[in-house]
């Protein structure tokens, strides 16, 4: 049994355009929050906004979290909120073999998964109840790493390590990730391109749970980081089995 409400609540999801992001903050308006999705892609907030019917609890917004000055305006404006949550992730180029690996492509990888989430942290403290959570989304591969994810094995490590750190500064705020294993998001369409649905079946096959994950599975585990008073500092891992096998 969950202890926080989250009827009436106001929750930023950033990255919540798409993916395990927008199925969160469509089960969140279902429970009567007051969400706003953040993104870098008016085109895609607006597709959003299509996709979840105009709610009336719907907010969103353009930023970008890796400049800092669009974080700071972010809060600037937002007024009190009671929970942050991130799925943002910027994997384009970065699963590449050594060889390949262009800097620029792995900077962004830590842009949108590091320095993002710590400026949410920085800035968003502040505005965030004592009862408030920040959940963020990590990865299998920092367990199951695969040839051409060293990049991405790397910076979701990097962000659990920054998720127990900030437990500890922050609190009593709750600081948690997700540990997402693979799960069926356009994101696969970056990472296997016309291979996508050939390589999501033979992981499928692998896996304990018999599937890969859905967005609403992602969904169902950080509803539960914002909804239980007495968890921080966790990583929770939704992988199917994944670091089994």
Known sequence: MTDIRIEGAKIIIVGGSSGM?????????????????AGRSEDKLAAARRDLGEHPGLATVAVDISREEEVAALFGNSGPV???????????????????????A??????????????LAKYG????????????????????????????????????????????????????????????????????????????????????????GRPDDIADAIRFLIGNGFTTGTILHVEGGHRLV
Do not use: C
Not at 106 to 119: D, F, T
Not at 133 to 148: C, E, K, M, N, Q
């Open 125 to 212: 403290a502040a505005h965030l109840p004592p009862s408030g959570s920040i959940t963020y989304t990590s990865g299998v591969a920092a367990y199951r790493p695969a040839a051409r994810g060293s990049v991405v094995a790397a910076v979701n490590a990097a962000l659990e390590g920054l998720v127990r750190a900030l437990a500890v500064e922050l609190a009593p705020i709750r600081i948690n990730a997700v540990s997402p294993g693979w799960v069926d998001t356009p994101i696969w369409s970056f990472v296997a391109g016309e291979a996508k649905q050939a390589t999501l079946d033979a992981m499928a096959q692998r896996l304990p749970a018999g599937r890969v």
């Open 21 to 37: 992001g927008l199925a969160l903050a469509r089960r969140l308006l279902g429970e009567g929050a007051a969400v706003t999705i």
């Open 82 to 104: 009671d929970h942050i949550v991130s799925t943002a992730a910027d994997i384009v180029g970065a699963y590449q073999l050594l060889p390949k690996i262009e800097l620029t």
């Open 106 to 119: 792995a900077q962004r990888v830590v842009e949108s998964k590091i320095y993002g989430p710590l400026l």
